[in-house]
């Protein structure tokens, strides 16, 4: 499951600051279910707004620039991931964070090495493991960004996890960008094989966001869509919606599967 970072943090805030009472609420809503989960947290404030400050956002910043840049990013993320963590332990929840910074190797923003190894030892554990995005050595480019949602695509493949979750701050997928089109339309359910005759059309973010807000969100969703059978997008904000789905009930969401695997829609 990913807790997207404009839900657990206020993005737009400086200095960055966690959004206590959604993840609080968000930790009650996830207390009843008990199955295995991973927990991947976005950057939000946090991680986005050093990133765009060491020029993240720009390929043609040098790297000496980036390298620079690593410290902040991941001070910031690390109070992040602390936050959280004390959110869930307070709620009874065995949680642990583990840090892609310290394991993680990119080779032009692609993943070479995860601790996927202490991952799994940690859920054998029944440890509640909490990643996040983070700030990661690049063999390339000295150092770049990896999404929340990179690592959530990854770990569903190398997990062999039968669902992903993606917690934003809107419903699902739409047909255009929500936030500045009055007329997007929701699409409840994406059947992959048979996506022809709608578009991804969505904006960039209103807040900082080096690593391309929703536009990489459906990209995620495509490249994990191969490995797990549902993958839902939706709204983390609403109270109740995440609980339902983990109930397998019915909520307002976007599901997408591939090849019609899952009948059920919204
Ligand atoms: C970004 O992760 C991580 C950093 C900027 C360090 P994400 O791209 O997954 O974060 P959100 O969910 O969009 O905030």
């Not at 959280?84 to 990119?106: D, H, Q």
Request: a neutral charge; aromatic letters at 6%; glycine letters at 10%.
């Amino acid at each position: 499951m990913k807790l997207g970072g404009s839900v657990i943090t206020f993005k737009g805030r400086t200095p960055p600051m966690v959004n206590e009472r959604a993840v609080r609420r968000i930790v009650e809503e996830i207390v009843p279910y008990s199955e295995r989960l991973v927990v991947v947290l976005g950057g939000g404030a946090h991680g986005h707004q050093a990133a765009k400050e060491y020029g993240y956002d720009n390929p043609e910043t040098p790297r000496a620039q980036l390298l620079r840049g690593v410290p902040a990013i991941r001070h910031n993320m690390t109070v992040l991931a602390t936050e959280v963590e004390a959110c869930f332990r307070n709620a009874g929840l065995p949680a642990v964070v583990v840090t892609p910074f310290s394991s993680t190797i990119l080779t032009e923003r692609q993943i070479v090495e995860f601790p996927l190894r202490i991952i799994q030892m940690a859920m054998d554990a029944s440890l509640l493991v909490i990643t996040h995005g983070d700030v990661c050595f690049d063999t390339v480019y000295g150092a770049s960004i990896l999404s929340g949602d990179t690592i959530v695509t990854h770990l569903a493949h190398m997990l062999h996890a039968r669902r992903v979750l993606l917690g934003t701050d809107v419903d699902g997928i739409y047909d255009c960008n929500p936030k500045t089109c009055p007329d997007a339309q929701h699409i409840p359910l994406i059947d992959l094989p048979h996506r022809g005759g709608w578009e991804f059309q969505a904006g960039p973010s209103a807040s900082p966001d080096v690593t391309g807000g929703m536009g990489n969100k459906v990209r995620a969703v495509i490249e994990a869509s191969k490995y797990v059978e549902e993958i839902v997008v939706f709204n983390l904000c609403v109270p109740g919606r995440l609980r339902q789905l983990l109930a397998h009930k019915e909520t307002v969401c976007t599901r997408i599967v591939r090849g019609g695997r899952v009948g059920s829609q919204v």
